[in-house]
């Protein structure tokens, strides 16, 4: 076998890869959280591609695997500071300091 050819069987092919991962690709993310709401995004998005490609009959190729919101700046900066305000200099509500535990009781009220 050459080194072409050891390479080329490097990559799975998509009937390798198990059928419980198949079906939860793409995962096309519309919602973003802020503040523990979930809000609706119908702005772009950005396509994601793995990083483990694919074999197929014309070569191997990376895989799409989703999107994500691109959001706006004015979106971005109101998760920075609903998230500044939740850190509150390692003193807010949800410090990172608290156990995982807690920190998930907080966000299901």
């Known amino acids: 076998m050459t080194l072409t050819d050891t390479i080329r069987v490097v990559f799975p092919s998509e009937s390798e890869i198990p059928p419980e991962k198949r079906r939860s690709i793409p995962v096309i993310l519309d919602r973003y959280l802020i503040g523990g709401e979930l809000r609706s995004w119908d702005g ?53 300091s608290m156990l995982t535990w807690r920190r998930s009781g907080l966000k299901s009220r």
Request: aromatic share 10%; hydrophobic share 35%.
């Open 44 to 96: 772009p998005r950005q396509k994601i591609y793995s990083p483990i490609w694919v074999r197929g009959q014309d070569g191997s190729a990376s895989q799409f695997i989703g999107e994500y919101p691109l959001l706006t700046e004015q979106a971005a900066l109101e998760i920075l500071d609903v998230a500044k305000a939740a850190y509150d200099n390692g003193r807010g509500q949800c410090c990172p």
